[in-house]
């Protein structure tokens, strides 16, 4: 089956416009999570839905960054006001079970904000 | 808080040498620890995981790792590396349930090069 997958896979934006982030978890699967990969460092937590339930959003830098899950499938990370600190791959990832499932993580969007 | 240390960001090694990337953990709860694997521009896979039970884990690819609680380390291992093993590895925990939140931390990477 399809794993999961993010789209697009890479975004340009000029410092001040807004971007939206797609991911596309795999079909079933209960838990989602967003990261944030800067260059040369490990992922960090950005926030975590259960189904359509955002759980954690302890990890988002500021108040332009929003995320949503509304159908508990689909999710999208936006990003208003992009400033250049924003700069970083941002990675997907879902799991199936709600407590030590292993987490699947899609392929990325890097974000280059000029 | 928790908090991942991997102690070496680059490791360079031969083809078919022994190899051991380190990471050690903090957390005042009951952790599961994770090796994930990042190829250039792919995202991340896991290696193996401990949850509970016997304290030497088994993964994918010739990969194992021993937890120790005492030492709050677990530390990748690998008896003979191919080219293929060229990558990044990051090593990660999370609460168990009892503890909290599923998220994970990760440590700052480890990029293990593998030369002919």
């Known amino acids: 089956g399809a794993g999961v997958s993010q789209s697009p896979r890479y975004k340009v934006a000029k410092r001040g416009q807004d971007v939206a982030l797609r991911c596309d978890p795999i079909?079933?699967?209960?838990?989602l999570f967003w990261y944030q990969q800067a260059l040369g460092q490990g992922p960090e937590f950005l926030t975590y839905?259960?189904?359509?339930?955002?759980?954690?959003k302890s990890g988002l830098p500021s108040d332009r960054f929003f995320a949503e899950r509304p159908e508990g499938s689909v999710s999208t990370l936006k990003i208003q006001r992009t400033q250049q600190e924003d700069s970083a791959v941002y990675l997907c990832?879902?799991?199936?079970?709600?407590?030590?499932?292993?987490?699947?993580f899609g392929p990325g969007t890097r974000l280059t904000v000029l | 808080a928790q908090s991942v240390t991997q102690l070496d960001s680059q490791v360079p090694v031969f083809e078919e040498a022994p190899v051991e990337l380190r990471c050690n953990y903090s957390?005042?709860?009951?952790?599961?620890l994770f090796w994930y694997v990042q190829y250039p521009n792919q995202g991340l896979q896991l290696l193996l995981k401990y949850l509970s039970g016997s304290t030497l884990v088994k993964g994918i690819n010739g990969f194992e790792a021993e937890f120790n609680k005492s030492q709050t380390s677990f530390h990748l291992r690998k008896p003979s590396v191919h080219i293929s093993d060229t990558a990044e590895y990051f090593c990660a925990v999370s609460d168990t349930p009892q503890g909290g939140s599923e998220k994970l931390v990760f440590g700052k990477g480890t990029k293990l090069t593998v030369n002919p």
């Open positions: 079909s079933g699967h209960v838990s």
């Open positions: 957390s005042s709860v009951s952790v599961y």
């Open positions: 839905f259960q189904n359509e339930a955002q759980l954690d």
């Open positions: 990832a879902s799991s199936l079970a709600l407590t030590g499932g292993e987490q699947f």
